[in-house]
């Protein structure tokens, strides 16, 4: 596939208005971003693999005060593209009420849809590790 100017727009922007949307409780909004089908998978911090908007949704809601304050999203990459899912990779950073941070790496698998691009997938990787060459 052969993604387009406006397509790379698209899905940068895709990827960005997820932190605006869950750090204002934003769950109704949710279709904006994700599948129906999402699969969102927090097994690297131990999780599980959450099953479709509303089991997103869910968990945010019941992370109440623990949620971080500020999901800043950089470093936005188009990994590569198929016929029919982008590949794209980024940078997280959570900023929680007490100021303390960290640091993810997001790994989605973005489909176009009727309604245009949404994450279909989503593995979210901590960084914990600073790196030792």
Request: a negative charge; hydrophobic letters at 40%; glycine letters at 10%.
């Amino acid at each position: 596939m052969s993604l387009t100017i406006d397509d790379r727009l698209a899905i940068h922007e895709l990827i960005h208005l997820h932190g605006h949307l869950v750090d204002r409780g934003e769950w109704a909004r949710l279709r904006e971003l994700f599948t129906g089908d999402v699969v969102y998978d927090l097994r690297p911090y131990g999780g599980a693999e959450l099953h479709g908007i509303d089991a997103i949704a869910s968990a945010s809601r019941a992370l109440g005060d623990r949620n971080p304050v500020g999901h800043h999203v950089t470093n936005v990459v188009i990994a590569d593209a198929d016929d029919e899912v982008v590949h794209v990779i980024s940078k997280g950073i959570g900023v929680l009420a007490d100021g303390t941070c960290g640091s993810v790496v997001y790994e989605d698998e973005v489909r176009r849809e009727s309604s245009g691009w949404r994450i279909a997938r989503r593995r979210v990787v901590p960084r914990r590790e600073p790196l030792h060459p």
